[in-house]
């Protein structure tokens, strides 16, 4: 069965310095999103793609997050630099187009420290 | 802007007794998706309702969706230690496949 992967899945990192997140949905899949889930919460959206294009990044404090997903299949969501506050599970997931179930991954839980 | 919200947010249940979950959303949507996660596990989809009236139903859980009162319920029969989990409600805002998610309910089941 196809998967959405992400990596890495763990990532201890120290305030200040940059990170990356990697992400490659199920094949075929044109949309991508990138979520971000603080412990004890539900996530929440940061950014989706059609393809290469963004559809809404309006969540994406873009001050320190990018993300980019160039030929339209696999991603990278990078944050420079890093603070205490961006410490928790980054969520991955893709859906075949805009109105169809969205499939996650296994996330990235980042430490910041 | 769209509101999700999830009650209770914490509920024990003994095994084999019934419970109901409710998820309330402030704006119209036709579209409800209900996910389970594991601690330190990412999101498994449990139910899609794409329509007022919808009922899903799968082992010792159902959903329904009434979007006229902008209400779904999840419903826990007889429930058993591997039901443990936290579960999410979210609402596709603005028909773009953009969820907004409640804030969870976890679930914890005692024997």
């Known amino acids: 069965e196809a998967e959405v992967a992400q990596s890495p899945r763990y990532k201890i990192t120290e305030k200040s310095q940059a990170v990356a997140f990697w992400c490659d949905p199920i094949?075929?899949?044109?949309?991508l999103y990138w979520y971000r889930q603080i412990l004890g919460q539900g996530p929440e959206l940061l950014v989706q793609?059609?393809?290469?294009?963004?559809?809404?990044d309006s969540q994406l404090p873009k001050d320190r997050f990018s993300a980019e997903r160039l030929k339209g299949v696999d991603s990278t969501l990078k944050i420079q630099p890093a603070e205490l506050g961006d410490s928790a599970m980054y969520l991955c997931?893709?859906?075949?187009?805009?109105?169809?179930?969205?499939?996650f991954g296994p996330g990235t839980r980042l430490t910041v420290t | 802007e769209l509101k999700v919200e999830q009650n209770p947010l914490f509920l024990s249940m003994q095994e084999g007794k019934n419970y109901t979950i409710y998820c309330n959303y402030s704006?119209?949507?036709?579209?409800l998706y209900w996910y389970r996660q594991d601690p330190g596990k990412s999101l498994e989809s449990l139910f899609v309702?794409?329509?007022?009236?919808a009922v899903k139903q799968e082992g010792r859980l159902m959903a329904s969706l009434d979007t006229k009162a902008r209400l779904s319920t999840l419903h826990i029969t007889a429930a058993v230690h591997d039901l443990s989990a936290t579960y999410f409600c979210?609402?596709?805002?603005?028909?773009?496949?953009?969820?907004?998610f409640g804030a969870g309910t976890i679930l914890r089941v005692k024997s």
């Open positions: 997931a893709s859906s075949p187009d805009l109105v169809y179930e969205q499939y």
């Open positions: 094949s075929g899949h044109a949309t």
């Open positions: 793609f059609q393809d290469e294009s963004v559809v809404d």
């Open positions: 704006t119209t949507s036709d579209r």
């Open positions: 309702l794409l329509s007022n009236g």
């Open positions: 979210a609402v596709d805002e603005e028909y773009g496949n953009k969820l907004v």
